[in-house]
């Protein structure tokens, strides 16, 4: 017994509907998953697109130098070793300030310890009857102390994180750009042949966006280098150039070096008067300020053409998702994701022209790739 026309087609547009919904509910699960996996794997995720930021600022320089034969791999190891040194030539002009000041510090312990223990009998002194209140015991230190010990064993381990996933994110950097073509070869092997031309033409323009970041962050630790150094120096702190110069190089995450600069600061300052103290903190205040608003989102936002609030905003959730790597890789990523809703979103329903054509793309290994269907087709067409 047959179903009338109209209730066969009540079905299939059921039946339909039902897949629809079952489609939905599964890509819905999947990118939930997905994100899950993910966010497990964050850190690890983290290190991955700062490997390809970095990458993606030494590879035009590589390109460039391997027209000269010179091999991607050298300019890779060339640009590490002068990094290196750079930071070990800063650190050298560290020491000998730093330990005169150590020794002279440790020479005032014990006026210091003299001064405190003066201002305290005063305070108790002026309490009378309550300075009871006020009295320390050895248990009172315990908790304290047990708290300290936990939360520097805590950053001991944290630092010895960062320097594996330094090593990690500089290996997997040059490997990048040593087997750049080959990846994005490899790559554009699982795109529809029909899309992989456009695909191909994005590669540039996400590598600049990407490599403008440390651009960008050279920028910023210039300008910060320069505000503390001559900041230092107007107010009369020893070395101040130096600390400057430390503050700088310390930027490359932002606000950082700052803080760091600062503290060394603060310890050098706390030799010379308690009015250095203060006007070296009122530095510090100053200078959070201007970096927050002014110099990480105007220099850095040029350099990844971003607006300052969006630069902004992606380190503060950056920091506060990931803390300060996640702040590092911020930026870069909210580039890239920017850069492709622009072409795939925003120019397609504003039936604007794309930005991105295929001439743009400077990728011989993908090209290759992308025509490689083609050229088979021709060659059947020949022996035909």
Partial sequence: MTLPLVEQ???KKDVGVYRRTAVIVLIVAALVGLFRILWELRVLVIDVLLAITVASAIAPVAEKLERSKVPR?????????????FYAGVFWALAVPLKEQSLLLAEQIPEFSERIKDAWGNLLGLLGDK????????????EPAMSLARKTLDATAGFMGLAVNGVLILFLAAYFVAEAQQ?????????PPPHRPRIAALIVPLGAKMGGYVRGQMLVSTAVACFFGLAFTAIGLKYGLVLGLVAGVLNLIPYVGSLFATIIALFVASTQSLVVVGLTF??????????TNFIVPHLLG???DMHPLVVMFAILIGGSLAGGVGALAAVPLAGAILLLLNEFYVKPINNLPLAVTVM?????????????PEAKTAGTDQQT
């Fill in 9 to 11: 087609q009540s079905h």
């Fill in 73 to 85: 791999i050298a300019t890779v190891l060339l640009a590490y070793v002068t990094v290196a040194l």
């Fill in 131 to 142: 300075a009871a209140l006020l009295q320390l015991h050895a248990t009172d230190f315990r």
């Fill in 183 to 191: 990846i994005w070869a490899s790559l554009l092997l699982w795109v």
């Fill in 282 to 291: 009122l530095v510090f205040t100053i200078e959070q300020f201007a970096e």
């Fill in 302 to 304: 040029r350099q990844v």
């Fill in 360 to 372: 743009d793309a400077d990728v011989p290994a993908p090209a290759a790739v992308a025509t490689e």
